[in-house]
């Protein structure tokens, strides 16, 4: 096709949980993304570092890209063939002005398709626990604009509105807050009336206000609330207290920086996120098999030289049963070996890609200990295989050294730091490291971490940490499960704080 496409996406309220799978995939395949002020951070960072990204952000009375201008770039990118995304937080075509882009493409004979999103009228109202209907309360929910076109300051049909009796949403609104509560009110709805207002609703920053009608205004200002928010008014209000879910969870508002490799950082974020949490997902190392490795060819012909082979990594055991398949082989040359690995998730993997159990796990999932046991149980004729990564410490040599056992130091992937697009950091965000070298890989990208707080998986990654003037909090083992209980611990005190 001599053009590209169009897709115009809604990127929901903020929480990337609220994606749509169709949406995801195109942030993942397209070639530029123009995206808005509204689309969260957490999606943002699921943005691959080399797709081309377009800011059209716009603020409340700021406009540094007029919406035509908008129009036109995508025009200009979908004409030069390529795969464009046009980003919007919620939905499109809730007052996200996607008819009028969708126009310009459409005159132009572009192709374009619609991905709808959910919501913030919606979604925002039910993560605070209030329903926009209810059938002792209202039948009907009715979303409203209080921002009109740029000269037009004329305010709602308030006489309208308060006659519906049902739950009112405003979006946009923030700044109008005291003239829409004066509105209703004066157009005959009772100045008791149940009312919210909920600030960066799904994300961690989520903050809700409820009170009556006529004095929600002032209890906004008494917060400090400023937008994005959604204001609600009706009697569905009144359940927040009941249904209230969201600010409960142990994590909420906490976000952290998730660091590990692209293909390992699921887990973690997945169970963060579950908590409370919102994640930025900001990969600041690869690994990747070393390929050729006639080294390792050669090592793994002569396995039989071998009575233990030790793991100090997931990536380790899975890139080195990788090696060990494409060379013809499979775990029944390793039938007589002793197999030792550093932790329970290096131990999984062993299981996972060569289907063995390990012989031996030291207490203490560090390096040191792994080299204190294995030098303790290598008999003197014994010979020892790491297959580990190109930059690994000395950690597990040390012991070795000193009791004289015999090892072979087998490389099987190279670490490489990951380019990422830097976000946006705020000094109460947390960074998550699961080793030295994701400390040196973000740091490579990310300026001015100095005094931030750093959640590591152990000392030597806390130290390499301090390193750079973070601030740590360490887990007690070198467990996903345990830097989660070290997390909401800290963050369990930050609260109580503040």
């Given at each position: ?6 897709w ?7 929480d ?24 969260g951070?957490?999606?943002l960072s ?11 952000g716009?603020?409340?009375g700021?406009?540094?890209v007029?919406?035509e201008?908008?129009s036109r ?9 390529k795969?464009?995304l046009?980003l919007?937080g ?14 310009l493409?459409?005159s132009?004979?572009?192709p ?5 999103g959910i919501?913030s009228?919606?979604?925002?109202p039910a ?8 059938r ?6 009715h ?7 740029r000269g ?23 700044s109008?807050l005291?003239d829409?509560?004066?509105g ?10 149940p009312?919210?207002?909920?600030e960066?609703?799904t994300t961690?920053?989520?903050r809700r ?28 209000c ?6 209230a879910w969201?600010?409960?969870?142990p994590?909420?508002?906490c976000r952290i ?5 692209k ?18 997902l900001?990969?600041s190392?690869q690994?990747?098999s070393?390929s ?5 060819l050669?090592t ?9 082979i030790?793991?100090?990594?997931p ?6 049963f990788?090696?060990l398949?494409?060379?013809g082989?499979?775990?029944?040359c390793?039938?007589?070996?002793k197999i030792?690995?550093i932790g ?7 299981l ?6 390990c012989d ?9 200990s ?16 790491l ?8 950690q ?15 490389p099987?992937?190279e670490?490489?730091?990951?380019p ?21 890989g ?9 005094g ?6 152990g000392e030597q ?9 973070f601030?740590?909090?360490?887990a007690?083992q ?13 963050h369990?005190?930050?609260?109580k704080?503040?």
């Open positions: 096709m001599k053009n590209g496409k169009v115009l996406a809604g990127a929901g309220p903020g990337p949980g609220l994606l749509t799978v169709k949406a995801k995939r195109l942030i993942e395949t397209a070639d530029v993304i123009v995206y808005d002020r509204l689309v951070d957490a999606v699921l943005i691959p570092c080399g797709t081309e990204r377009i800011d059209v716009k603020t409340s700021h406009h540094p007029p919406q201008e908008i770039i995508l025009l200009k990118e979908a004409q030069k063939g795969k464009v046009r919007k919620g939905d499109p075509f809730v007052f996200g002005r996607g008819g009028e882009e969708i126009e493409l459409s132009h004979q572009i374009y398709e619609i991905i709808p919501t009228a919606v979604a925002v993560y605070a626990g209030i329903p926009v209907t209810h002792d309360f209202c039948s009907s929910f979303i409203i604009t209080a921002h009109r076109k037009d300051h004329s305010l709602p049909d308030f006489d309208t509105l308060a006659k519906l009796d049902g739950t009112l949403i405003f979006l946009m609104g923030v109008a005291e829409i509560c004066k209703l009110i004066l157009a005959g709805m009772k100045a008791e009336t009312a919210a207002i909920i960066s609703g961690s920053r989520q206000v409820v009170a009556a009608l006529d004095t929600l205004p002032e209890r906004a200002k008494e917060k400090s609330v400023s937008s994005p928010a959604v204001i609600v008014v009706g009697r569905v009144s359940l927040e207290n009941q249904l969201a600010e409960h969870r994590l909420h508002g920086v998730v660091t590990r490799p293909n390992r950082a699921s887990s973690l974020a997945e169970r963060l996120e579950i908590l409370g949490a919102e994640v930025l900001l990969p190392i690994t990747k070393i050729p490795n006639p080294v390792f050669e793994i012909q002569n396995l039989d030289h071998y009575q233990w030790a793991f100090t990594s990536a380790g055991a899975e890139l080195f990788e090696g398949h494409r060379a082989k499979d775990s029944r390793l039938s007589a070996h030792a690995a329970p998730a290096t131990a999984k993997a062993v996972q890609y060569g289907g063995l159990f031996y796990q030291p207490e203490a999932f560090t390096g040191e792994l080299g204190n046991g294995l030098s303790e149980r290598l008999l003197p004729s014994d010979r020892l295989l297959p580990r990564s190109d930059i690994a410490t000395d597990v040599l040390k012991p070795l050294i000193r009791k004289g056992i015999s090892y072979t130091d087998l099987v992937y670490t490489k730091y990951q990422f697009f830097p976000p946006v950091l705020t000094p109460d965000d947390i960074i998550a490291f699961t080793s030295a070298s994701t400390v040196r973000f740091v490579s990208r990310m300026k001015g971490c100095e931030m707080t750093a959640l590591c998986i990654t806390a130290e390499e940490a301090k390193r750079f003037q601030e740590t909090v360490v007690k070198a467990t996903i499960d345990s830097m989660i209980e070290a997390l909401i611990c800290y369990q005190e930050r609260k704080k503040r």
